[in-house]
């Protein structure tokens, strides 16, 4: 707890700026998009607002990779690291409290980017149009009628649909987690080489990367549902295929865990047995 009160702390100031700024100009940038305000030629100002808005978001998903590895290197790796290691925590607590605000901040920088669209619309007036037709019936859009005609089609549409969102959602999520422990696991490395940490641990990095992709290619789900289907009986050969998604989504989490326990164990071994700070 203490760990992670220390970890959102130091960057949260720099992402909460970032986010302020990305939601003001997305607000002002469908402002921009009226109509009586287009024709008072604004179209040159929403051109310099979405130059501004996507170079915020890219300076967002910089800002992420940057901290995932100084956080990491400088805290545990340089001259911190000496304060860092005398405190009565085992090394997998510092990784796991690295990784897990890691992923608080990735989150984060999703459900912002899908507000600063919510907030373009807003500023656009999306929502406040009297009436629009949709399938040749003429609805009000306020806020409160978007949202049961939002709420509507989430009804209509079937929960396998959901199903397999959730499961995209939960392998993306498991996806980054991995290769933020990929990013720690080639730190680690490229530590062991005094001169050229730096090359080292890009060089392990890539090095990693490959294999795991290649392993993936080679260990997919799709091949393990056709070993399913093809050494099971009759009935069984049934449900594998009823359920062949759910066996793929499974089976992709399930190699995704295994290599990121692998990076996870090798950043923990090497941190125990193999950090030299001088």
């Known amino acids: 707890k203490n ?28 402002i921009s998009m009226r109509d009586e305000v287009w024709d008072n030629g604004s179209s040159q100002i929403w051109a310099y607002l979405m130059f501004a808005y ?5 300076a967002i998903g910089v800002v992420c990779i940057v901290t995932i590895i100084q956080r990491f290197t400088k805290n545990l790796l340089g001259r911190e690291g000496y304060l860092m290691h005398t405190l009565p925590v085992h090394p997998e607590q510092l990784v796991a409290s ?11 920088s999703g459900v912002v980017g899908i507000l600063s669209v919510l907030l373009m619309l807003v500023g656009l007036g999306a929502f406040e149009d009297p009436k629009t037709v949709i399938n040749g019936e003429t609805i009000t859009t306020g806020w409160g009628d978007v949202l049961k005609f939002s709420w509507k089609a989430i009804q209509s549409i079937g929960g396998e649909f959901w199903s397999e969102l959730a499961w995209i959602i939960v392998l993306g999520l498991a996806g980054v987690a991995v290769l933020i422990l990929c990013i720690y696991a080639a730190c680690m490395v490229g530590h062991l080489f005094r001169a050229h940490n730096g090359v080292a641990s890009v060089g392990a990095f890539f090095l990693m990367s490959w294999g ?17 289907m093809g050494s099971a009986g009759g009935t069984i050969v049934s449900e594998a295929a009823n359920h062949s998604t759910l066996i793929f989504f499974a089976a992709s989490f399930a190699i995704t865990a295994v290599f990121g326990a692998v990076y996870f164990i090798l950043t923990c071994w090497l941190m125990k047995n193999k950090l030299n700070l001088e």
Do not use: D, H
């Not at 760990?3 to 469908?30: D, I, S």
């Not at 996507?54 to 890219?58: K, L």
């Not at 795991?212 to 399913?228: S, T």
């Open 212 to 228: 795991q992709g290649r392993v993936e290619n080679l260990l997919n789900a799709g091949g393990f549902v056709r070993i399913l």
């Open 3 to 30: 760990l992670l009160k220390y970890e959102f702390r130091a960057p949260g100031r720099t992402y909460g700026g970032l986010y302020l700024v990305w939601l003001l100009v997305a607000l002002a940038m469908g």
């Open 54 to 58: 996507f170079a915020i978001g890219v």
């Open 98 to 108: 690295k990784l897990i605000s890691s992923m608080v901040w990735v989150i984060c």
